[in-house]
């Protein structure tokens, strides 16, 4: 197995963890709904970036069980996204800028783990509909750096 996909692998098992299930928000969402909401967030991320990048959606689980025992039949729906990019886009420069974007627009941090300098990442939550997009900066051994776009919403009956 590579190490890019151990990494992804591995990380998108942390999103599960990270997903709007921990939320306490009870949305009165249709899946449609979700899977939208989904994609709009993730979208409105790329539009916030520096020029250059695109996304390519790596996963898009639109009924991942909810593991809360109160939620029996809950569902949340999860997409990740690599961000591609060219070379010698300002990788550095995007999470300052992502960051900035989110704060200023009402997402408050879930998981802030911006000072890890191989894995650098930032989940938020909007908190007025529990939806949740992360940021993560992939830094390799080999010096290739990977980003990566997650975004989630919370648990909801289908």
């Not at 590579?2 to 899946?31: F, I, N, Y």
């Not at 989904?38 to 539009?47: H, I, N, Y």
């Not at 109160?70 to 990788?91: C, K, L, M, S």
């Amino acid at each position: 197995m590579s190490s890019l996909r151990r990494t992804v692998l591995a990380l998108l098992a942390a999103g599960a963890v990270l997903a709007g299930c921990d939320s306490t928000q009870e949305p009165t969402v249709t899946k449609d709904e979700a899977v939208q909401r989904v994609a709009d967030r993730a979208q409105e991320a790329l539009r916030q970036l520096p020029p250059g990048a695109t996304l390519k959606q790596t996963l898009h689980q639109p009924d991942n069980a909810c593991d809360d025992q109160d939620r029996d039949g809950a569902i949340f729906v999860e997409t990740n996204y690599q961000v591609v990019h060219p070379e010698g886009w300002p990788v550095d420069q995007s999470m300052a800028t992502i960051s900035a974007y989110w704060d200023s627009h009402g997402y408050k941090p879930v998981r802030d783990d911006r000072d890890d300098t191989k894995n650098t990442e930032l989940v938020v939550e909007k908190e007025e509909d529990g939806f949740r997009i992360g940021y993560l900066i992939s830094r390799r051994a080999n010096g290739s750096t990977d980003v990566f776009l997650r975004s989630s919403s919370p648990c909801f009956q289908p």
